[in-house]
């Protein structure tokens, strides 16, 4: 099947709050999810590196101002880099999000990832996009975004978190997402 160079499709399995937006060799994809907690909490949970380590699994060493540095380890030694574009709490927290060539990604990755929240009735409106990855990174991506997103909303109940599809099957891969 060949899709156009431009295309937009929901994402299976995410019920309504998964895009993936297909531009040539790029694409991106977006959730908007409504949390039922106030904003400070959720920009809590999406910013503070204890937070930040036990929902969305990731190491982040960050300076908490535009142009500050940024680096992330995520599971399986993947090692992103990058800089604070944007720092506006507790409304935006955006970054870029790139990674050396490597096995996995062999031609590594320049993409930036941008969190929004607005104070919504009943909580807050979550909308989080990754964007300028190649075709093939934001396919994967776009299963894996969706079970930490469920991971963040867990991590906020306060319910048990289930581990990633790509952390309980036996071939897992290098590959975060």
Known sequence: MTESPSSTNRLRGTGEDGVLRVEGAKASITFRRLLSHPIEVVWAAITEPKQLET???VKVDREDTPGGRLEMEHPNSVHAKGRVIEWSPP??????????PGSFYPDGEASVVRWELSP??????????????????AETFSHGFKELIDRLVAHLDGTPLLLPFWMRRPEATGRVG
């Open 55 to 57: 929902w969305f699994m």
């Open 91 to 100: 409304n935006v927290y955006e970054y870029e999000w790139n990674l050396a």
């Open 120 to 137: 919504s009735e009943g909580g807050t409106l979550l909308v989080v996009t990754h964007r300028k990855l190649s075709r093939p990174t």
